[in-house]
């Protein structure tokens, strides 16, 4: 190969430096990506939300409030057309009449056990049924759709077996003596609300909105009403409680505390209602155990009742016994675990104390302390309804159960039904 001269040599270097593929660039940096929450965002939202809840603790602290005068009765069910001759005769008007003089005060709080509508369908006690309000007599208002395989075979008819099982639907035109009376707040949460479905429910609800009734109980479905008196005010919380999983479940304790920890930073006084236990005579002493109806766990009461207050709660009452339990101050706090039946025109045994009720009535000062707490003697007459009790058998029995139930924690229960500290 021929030698070349220095100067080809620089000149072939140069053409082969510009004919070379130009080196690729150095890749751009990666942007920075930002935090999810800039640094103590979280802790700014959270002390946030805590300054929010201190303002409105203050806030109310500031506000003058009002006494408060409060009024409950146990289970309620006006009729039923479900049992032949289970709607009462001039559409219930009777019903509730003498007790009506006491069913006073800011808030009037029942328990309505059953479905308000006028037709519906059921699938409760082993059996699919079609039931509608015809508009007769008691005794024909109620058509039963047998169910589609009906035994046959036997020649001679047995003497029917009593019945242990109920799916209660009243006409809704008994509805309007529960404002006649004098309610105004009704729990939908108890064994009896969903006897015909969702459409029962939702029947119930809208026939009860449309007198003007508030209700509470389903899931998500609270109370916070406001109570005034000229300048002051106090608003009030209602949670109901019991065994279902369309209502807020007292079978799950944890669960419980937290919804009632939830509601107490918003409320001047919280009142938990709950419908829970066995049933029956022989359920009247609340036991330290779970309770249960059958096979059905029914919830360890004593222990949720304990907890609740401990959350928060200002006052515990309870149904769902069908008689009498008795009352405790826990922390202070009344516990009244049952009131029994108060008017439950039929399908519910009436025998012995479990025609025993009343109404309680408790009564908070602007503190919030309760100011005065009185169960009024009431006895349950089969086909009549609630009536004043002079010889006042319910403050005797109820005396009786708590001094039996409670010992040291049991509230003192006078003979006119006054309830104090022991």
Known sequence: MRHLPRSAQLALLLIAAACAPPKPPAPAPAPAVPPAFPPGALADTTRAREDSAARAAAARARRVRAPVRLAFVGDINLGTMTIPGGVPPDSGRGLLRAAKPFLVGDLVIGNFEGVLADSGETEKCGKRRSVAWTGGAPAETVRVAPPPH??????????????????????????PRLAEAGFTHLNLANNHANDFGIDGRRSTEATLAGLGLRTYGPLGDVVIDTVRRGDASTTIGLIGFTTYPFSYDLLDIPRSVAVVDSMRPLVDLLVVTFHAGAEGSGALHLPFAAESLGHEPRGELRAWAHAVVEAGADLVV????????????????????????????????LAGPQALTGVLQVEFAPDGTRARAQLLPMRQIPL??????????????????????????AAHVAENGAIGSP
Not at 158 to 170: D, E, G, I, N, S
Request: net charge positive; proline share 8%; hydrophobic share 35%.
């Open 150 to 175: 009906r035994e046959r075979r036997r020649r001679h008819r047995a003497k029917p077996a009593p019945v242990q099982c109920y799916a209660f639907l009243t006409p809704t035109l008994l509805a």
């Open 318 to 349: 309870g149904h769902g016994p069908h008689v009498l339990r008795g009352v405790e101050l826990w922390q202070g706090r009344l516990i009244a675990y049952s009131l029994g039946n108060f008017a439950t025109y039929r399908g519910f045994n």
């Open 384 to 409: 009549q309804g609630p009536t004043p009790d002079p010889e006042r058998a319910s403050a005797r029995l109820l005396r009786a159960l708590s001094d039996d139930d409670f010992g040291a924690s």
